[in-house]
């Protein structure tokens, strides 16, 4: 314990001076390079918010990486708004990684409903999830991939499949 509140009256050594900084100028990338529908939910204050749209106008290879450099050095100096759009960053990556999750479970489940093997399990679990599904239509698309290999059938299972998951949440 007397360590941790020694170390705490310690300045920052040079070494982590230096990866923090470098922590911040990557968040300004991710700033930067932020789809605008997601950059305008980030609750920053207009000077970052204007840099932030200033270094995306900035259409030089090295302008634009000064642009960033300063809108670093802007960040380093408002450790509230580091704070708030590392969080709401790390909200966006989470909705992603579920989206992601989901993508892949949607994938797996037709996968296994186009394939013979596979089909009556993967069915169970389908009603299982969405019992508003309709069945007969699910059959019948399974039945063509089964029998004629139909990519047309597959892609059509998925998306029925993506409708219903998408309509639950």
């Given at each position: 314990m007397?360590?941790?509140a020694?170390?705490?009256?310690l300045?920052?050594s040079?070494t982590?001076?230096?990866?923090l900084?470098k922590?911040?100028?990557t968040?300004?990338?991710r700033?930067?390079?932020?789809?605008l529908?997601?950059?305008?939910?980030?609750?920053?204050?207009?000077?970052?918010?204007a840099e932030?749209?200033?270094?995306?106008a900035?259409?030089?290879?090295?302008?634009?990486?000064?642009?960033?450099?300063h809108?670093?050095?802007?960040l380093?100096?408002?450790e509230?708004q580091v704070?708030?759009?590392?969080?709401?960053?790390?909200e966006?990556?989470q909705?992603?990684?579920?989206?992601?999750?989901?993508f892949h479970?949607l994938?797996?489940?037709r996968?296994?409903l186009c394939?013979?093997?596979t089909?009556?399990?993967?069915?169970?679990?389908?009603i299982?999830?969405?019992p508003?599904i309709?069945?007969?239509?699910?059959?019948?698309?399974?039945?063509?991939?089964h029998?004629?290999?139909?990519?047309?059938?597959?892609?059509?299972?998925?998306k029925?499949l993506?409708?219903?998951?998408?309509?639950?949440?």
């Amino acid at each position: 314990m007397e360590e941790a509140a020694l170390s705490d009256d310690l300045p920052l050594s040079k070494t982590k001076r230096k990866k923090l900084a470098k922590d911040v100028e990557t968040l300004a990338h991710r700033l930067v390079e932020l789809p605008l529908s997601q950059f305008a939910r980030l609750p920053l204050d207009a000077v970052v918010a204007a840099e932030v749209e200033t270094a995306r106008a900035t259409d030089g290879r090295g302008s634009h990486k000064r642009q960033v450099k300063h809108l670093a050095s802007l960040l380093r100096q408002r450790e509230e708004q580091v704070r708030v759009a590392l969080e709401m960053l790390e909200e966006i990556d989470q909705v992603r990684g579920g989206e992601k999750r989901q993508f892949h479970q949607l994938e797996d489940i037709r996968d296994r409903l186009c394939d013979p093997q596979t089909f009556a399990a993967a069915f169970d679990e389908m009603i299982a999830l969405w019992p508003a599904i309709d069945r007969g239509v699910i059959s019948r698309l399974a039945r063509s991939v089964h029998t004629h290999g139909d990519k047309r059938a597959s892609r059509e299972i998925f998306k029925r499949l993506r409708e219903l998951a998408e309509g639950a949440d």
